[in-house]
Structure formats: C-alpha cells, structure tokens
C-alpha cells in the first residue's frame, strides 16, 4: 500500500495490531461470513465513532428497524420509483453480509450508521433512462463489487472483471470460491492483527485497479465519487474514527487523493426520479447465484452455517445433513457421520486445503451417507447448502396499503408466506378455505403469482381446489405495482378486472375473465364484465372465437354452483353463445385446409365437453347440439377429420348405433374416397386421445374396416398417409397397441369381437363374467361419488355392473 501510514489506534485492543491512518476502510465480499466475522472483529478493536456502509442513502431512515426484535435476515432495502413501482431495486443482507454485520454493530454501540452509495433516486432513474439493465435485482450489480463477474477477454473498457477469479488465478487456483474460502473463510482473527486481512486485501485490489481501472464497470466511478463525498462529510464531523464498509473493489478507489470539486464535477446532472424504500423479507434462495442475482453465491446455506456455529462447523453440518437424510426415510447413522467427517478431514489434508470447505464436505457426503448417488445429494443441496429461509420485517416498516391490507388478510386466513415450495389443498366448502382460495384468486389476477393452481391429485369436483404456493421477494414489488388499483385487495383486484375487461381484445379473453371473476368473487366487477361480454359476443361472428369463449363460461357456471354464486346471466350469455356456435358452426366447417381442420376439430371437442358439463342447467342444448354433429357427420364437403370426430361423438353419447357408425365408416373408407381424406377421418374417429384405440379392440367391425381400407392403399398413396397413420396410432398406450397388433396378425378369419366372444385373446374370457364385475361396483361408486345419491339409495339392492354402466354412460 503506497502512501499509507500505520499508526497505533487508542481505541484497538491490545494485540489486534495496528490501523492504518485516516478512516477505517473494512473492503468485503458482500456475504462473505469470513468477511462478516472480520468486519465484527475489526469494529470492535477500533471502536469508531460512527459507521459508513455502502447502500442508499435514502435508506437511513429505516436503520433503526435493523434493530427490532421482530427483524430476522435475510431481509433486503427495497426501493422502487414512486410513479411506476416496478422500476425497482434490492440490496439484500443476510445474517452473515458484513454490511448487517455492521449495521447491528452500530445499533448495539448506539453509534450513529449511515448508508453512503449512490442514492436510489439516481440508480433507479438511470435505469429508465436505458443506461443499464432493468428488472428487479439488476440495479443490485451496483453493490456487487468484490464479485463482480463478467466475460474474460481484453482489457477493454467494455469488459467486466471479476477480481476474485483474477486473484484466485494468480494464486494458482481454478475455481474463485475455493480461493475465498482457503483465504478468508477458513482464517481466524484470534490472537491476530484484525486490521491485516482488510490491509492485504486492499493492497489485492490496488494492484488490480492499476491494471484494470475501473474494470468495465464505468457507474463504479460515479458511485464513489459519491462515497469519498460522504466519508469527507463523516471526517468533518468525527474526524478520522470512522469506520466504512464497503465492496473491496472500491477502497482503493475511497483511500485515493480526490478534489471535493472533481467529485461533484462527476455527480453533475444525475437524472433523478421520485423513490419510496423499505424493508421486505428476503430468501436463502434469492440469494443463490442461480437465481440470477448478480452478487449471488453459490451456498448460501453453507455460508449461514459457518457463520452461525459456534465451534467444529464441520461436525455440525453432518449432523444436520443426517437429520434431513433421516426425515426423508433413509437409514444414517451416528456412525455414518463420523466417518464422513473423518474423510472430509482426509481429503482437505490430501488437497493441501487449510479447512474441510464444502467440496470436501459433500465429497464425504456422497460418498459415506448417498452411497454414491447424486440424488439425496441434490436433496441436501435444495435444502441444507441453498435452504429455504425467509426473513421476517417488522410491522412499523414502510408499506403501501395494499400490503397493509395482504398481510392482515394473510395472518386472519393462517396462510403464512413461506420461501419453501408447498401444496395447499382446499376444500370450497369449509369457509376457511373459500376465503383463502378467494384471496389466491384476487393476487393472481393483480399479477401476484403467489399460487399457482394444479391438478388435485383427490377429488377432481369444484368444491376441492390444489395449489402450489412460494413466496419470492419480488412479489413485494408486484404488490407496490397493484397498489394503483386499490387500498385493499378486494378492491384493487375489483378495479383490475374492470380495466382489464374494457381492454380485453377477444372475446375468449372476456370469458376467461369472467370465470376468474367468479373464482375470485368479485361481485362489483362481473357486472361490468358481463356487459363487455354480452357486446362483444354480439358483435362477434367468427365460430371459432364463440367456441373458444363457450367453455370457460361453462366452467364459470360450475365454479358459481359450488360457490352459491348467482350465475343468472352467465347462464343467458352461454346459451347465446351456444346457438350461434350450433348455427355457425356447418357452414364454418367446409372448405378448410389441413391445418384450419384441425383447429376446427378442437374447437368441436370443446364446446361438446363444455356442453357436457353444462347438463340441464340449459334446457335442450344437448339435442341441438347432437343435430349439428350428424349434419357434420354427413356433409361431404366437411374435413374427413371433423367428421369422423362427429361420428365418433355421436357413438360415445349414445346417439348412433355401432351399425350405423360402421357404415359411415365403411363409406368414409370406400375406394372412392382419396387416402388423404380417408386417413383424417380415420383420425378424427379413433384419434386424440378419445380412447378410440379401445373402440377397434373391442369392434370387430370397426378395426375390419380400417384393415380392410389400410391393406388396399395404394403404394404411391401410403407414403402420404403414413404420417397421418403414425400419428393417430401412437397416441394409444403400449398395451392397446400390442392388442390391435395381435388381432391384425390373427387376420379377420381368426379373430373375433372381444364384445361377444373373446376366445383366444390374452386378458379376455368368452364372456362377461358378471360375479367378477359386481364385486368392483362399491369402488368404482365410490370413486364416482355415486353413494348416497338417488341411483344409491332407491332400494334397488346391490347395483350390478350393467346398472353402472348405465348410470355413468
């Protein structure tokens, strides 16, 4: 270190050795524990009168919150532009950064701490400007620092270096974390020179500023020409025992000669924007690299740990890797942990490494308690090395009121945010539950992607929903975002679904929004919604569309069944929509190409399930609808695909007799009928997953036919239908697939529909055997929720099989 005196501290204890002259420069790597427990170190052998910390200044304000008994890291300063809410920015700490560290430091010492970065209200307007990367953590690469990664290359202004990976190269290193962890993380300060860890890594980051400048990252020069501004500021009023915090990378910069007015030269025209900051929890998780933080690391868990143990941190973490190991079923023992540790201890002394770090550790692991296998292993990594902590805020920090309103909902509900992955089963007809689904709901259609639904795997009824639920910190910016709408989440979401109906360019998007009004219960706006839907449909010719919009209001009718929700007008809207569809729907059909046949058949599949569902909630839907499938079954100029998926339709609903589908069938297939034309048809029948496989294996007609029109295709022709062909076929189960190959291979002399007589099939007997098929029929009425219904309680006796399949048909 050129120019650098080193002269006694009063305030050092006796063997913490010397500080150097002028202020207190601690240069850390942002959530570094070896850092951390310097940086405690070094604060309590000088004991400075106040401390400097790299972050917002903006943000001195909350300082006092840090000191709360309620605030648990990892929390994060969150600061976003007061007009547009998602221009925001994080600085996270966890409970090992040296920048909590300190702040704690200060508080405990009743020393005053001051944040002394580039103020928000310029990083995040130089954002919007276009000078850097937006989003919601990007504007964090300015406090990244000591890690600052970027493309090695030149030395050009352009290209960002990364000192840990230059020193850790120079050191003769290949991986930068193992050099950290040697240098930093496995070195004490007991008995020691406190000072001397901070004095050599300065001395690091001279020599490379020489070389590199300011390494690419040109704002840096910005940024501390604000600090060394702030420390001048500190010095005025305290002298010299002030104590700053900071990026490694920027002490050089700090300790260096600069005129008051070059600095304010460089801070001159700063584009500036409205900012609002606060306290928001953050996550182990969030912290990762992985996660795209910029100044992320690889362990946050790991790091934690070392921190927080108080002595033998590597028998502990074994200890807690055979508790997890244990709660998910595997055999570990006490014995398995000692010899893991004893080969951790092995391989640090065989790598010339100071300390078993956490490759050695997860060596040992895998090696003694996964027997080998990666897959507990990524288990460990998930939980214990990531981890899924979330910090906790206090109540008195800053918030909008939407937030306010969410959390209060949040504790009245029992639904606690958590940072780990978890499914939430509901049950609608518990109100607990109602309101909780209402809520998740309501923050989905604000854009807070809280919950996600998935498939139950129970009951797959409306009165049961499933969600998969994570709380990220970012959803604390969704919610300042949605505060626009609202003071309340009812309200806000009441006020989102109203402007996103008048906006809404299709009709499906209207009726999607109207069932998600209905799941969210949002009286005030489905009438407004409902008008948007009643002019749109009216207006809207296109069949397609009317299909498209039919099953989500389908479904909206259900979902208000089970909520007690009047679904009056719904109803009306859905039985227009309807008749237009059955009017639109033949004409619409003729003269479309391969891919418009497609969709078409789709657009079909869809409204017949949404019809379905309907029931008799509509009288004489199913009737119309029936008549507009056996015209599309019969039209020659409609897609041979969409007639046979009307054929196909009108046979599962009991509306066509096997004989008549075999003929149209047989007619479809004539020689007359090009291949092309009769393979779609053949698709639409038996393709798409409708279980059509099953239909030529118990149809001896059906699958004679196809062999018969199959095996007369001609040689030029079957190279074009064979995709066709292919596509249809591999959609059946392998089991299905091996039946039909073996009833084709037996020939149509052989064979015989298994529906009369099986003989000679594997898995089918001559005939039905009814003893068999009524000992199954409790289960299956149960799996159907059949008991206790009318069908169950007439007192018919035991239900046989054939009565089932009557009741379920």
């Known amino acids: 270190m050129t120019g650098v005196e080193e002269t006694a501290s009063d305030g050092a204890r006796a063997g913490s050795g010397a500080r150097p002259a002028g202020p207190l420069l601690l240069g850390v790597r942002h959530h570094g524990p070896g850092s951390a427990r310097a940086v405690r170190a070094a604060l309590d052998a000088a004991r400075p009168r106040t401390v400097l910390i790299e972050g917002p200044p903006e943000a001195d304000a909350l300082v006092p919150l840090a000191g709360d008994e309620t605030m648990r890291p990892p929390v994060a300063l969150l600061a976003h532009a007061v007009d547009e809410p998602g221009r925001s920015a994080f600085w996270p700490l966890a409970e090992f950064s040296p920048e909590w560290v300190a702040l704690r430091w200060a508080l405990e010492h009743q020393v005053p701490a001051r944040f002394i ?56 290193y290949d991986d930068p974390e193992r050099w950290w962890e040697d240098v930093v993380e496995h070195r004490g300060t007991a008995g020691g020179d406190v000072f001397a860890p901070f004095q050599g890594l300065e001395e690091a980051m001279s020599a490379l500023r020489e070389v590199y400048g300011s390494g690419g990252h040109d704002r840096d020069l910005v940024r501390e020409a604000y600090m060394r501004l702030q420390v001048r500021a500190a010095q005025r009023e305290f002298g010299d025992d002030v104590a700053v915090v900071c990026g490694a990378w920027h002490v050089p910069a700090l300790r260096r000669k600069s005129t008051v007015a070059a600095d304010k030269a460089l801070l001159k025209g700063l584009p500036k924007v409205k900012t609002e900051m606060t306290w928001v929890p953050w996550t182990h998780r969030r912290l990762a690299r992985a996660s795209g933080y910029g100044a992320g690391i690889d362990s946050p868990g790991w790091y934690g740990h070392l921190f927080g143990a108080p002595d033998r941190p590597v028998e502990r973490w074994m200890t807690k890797v055979a508790g997890l190991l244990r709660e998910e079923d595997r055999i570990v023992s006490s014995a398995h942990v000692i010899e893991a540790v004893r080969l951790a201890e092995t391989l640090a002394v065989m790598r010339g490494r100071p300390l078993p770090g956490l490759s050695e550790t997860t060596d040992a692991i895998r090696a003694v308690m996964c027997e080998g296998s990666d897959v507990p292993l990524e288990l460990i990594r998930d939980r214990l090395i990531v981890g899924d902590v979330l910090g906790e805020v206090p109540e008195a920090a800053p918030a909008v009121p939407l937030q306010r309103d969410l959390d209060r909902v949040q504790r009245r509900l029992r639904l606690r945010p958590e940072a780990l992955e ?49 709380w990220e910190p970012e959803l604390a910016v969704r919610v300042a975002e949605a505060g626009v709408w609202g003071t309340t989440v009812l309200a806000a979401a009441t ?93 619409a059909c003729v003269g479309l190409d391969t891919d418009a046949a497609d ?55 009991g509306e066509l007799r096997q004989e008549d589908a075999a003929r149209l069938m047989g007619l479809a297939l004539s020689p007359g009928t090009p291949p092309g034309d009769a393979a779609a048809w053949i698709e639409g029948f038996v393709g798409g997953g409708s279980g059509g496989g099953m239909l030529l294996v118990h149809d001896e007609r059906l699958l004679g036919l196809v062999d018969t029109w199959l095996t007369g295709v001609p040689a030029e022709a079957f190279t074009d239908v064979l995709p066709l062909l292919r596509r249809t076929f591999s959609a059946y189960e392998p089991g299905v697939r091996r039946t039909l190959g073996e009833l084709v291979r ?7 529909g298994v529906g009369t007589a099986g003989a000679g099939i594997p898995g089918f007997a001559d005939e039905l055997d009814r003893e068999r098929a009524d000992a199954v029929v409790p289960v299956v009425r149960l799996l159907l929720g059949l008991d206790g219904t009318e069908d169950g309680a007439a007192g018919r006796g035991r239900p046989a099989a054939g009565d089932l399949v009557g009741a379920t048909g």
């Open 746 to 752: 037996r020939g149509p002399g052989e064979r015989q």
């Open 117 to 172: 970065d580039l103020p928000a209200t310029h990083t995040l307007a130089w954002s919007r400007d276009g000078e850097t990367d937006s989003g919601p953590t990007a504007q964090q690469e300015d406090a990244e620092d000591v890690e600052d990664r970027g493309d090695d290359g030149d030395l050009a202004a352009d290209v960002r270096v990364d000192p840990l990976a230059v020193l850790a190269e120079t050191a003769g």
């Open 422 to 470: 978890r499914e939430l089963e509901l049950d609608l007809r518990k109100e607990n539950d109602a309101e909780r689904s209402r809520l998740l709901h309501r923050l989905r259609l604000l854009g807070v992607a809280w919950g996600e639904p998935v498939a139950s795997r129970g009951s797959t009824g409306t009165f049961r929903e499933t969600w998969r639920l994570r």
């Open 495 to 587: 006020a989102r679904a109203e402007a996103d109906a008048v906006a809404a360019q299709g009709l499906a998007d209207v009726t999607a929004l109207a069932e998600r009004c209905l799941l969210a219960e949002l009286p005030d706006a489905l009438p407004v919604v409902m008008d948007v839907l009643a002019e749109r449909a009216a207006l809207d010719a296109d069949v397609g569309h009317l299909a498209q919009a039919l099953p989500a209001l389908v479904r909206s009718l259900r979902y208000g069944d089970v909520r007690g929700t009047d679904t009056g007008a719904l109803a009306e809207v859905a039985a227009g929509l309807a008749e237009r569809v059955f009017v639109g729907l033949p004409p």
């Open 599 to 653: 969709e078409m058949r789709r657009h079909v599949d869809a409204v017949h399930g949404a019809l379905g569902l309907l029931g008799d909630a509509v009288t004489g839907m199913r009737p119309r609808w029936h008549g507009v499938l056996r015209v599309l079954s019969g039209r020659d100029t409609v897609p041979g695909v969409i007639r046979g998926r009307a054929v196909r339709l009108l046979l599962d609903d």
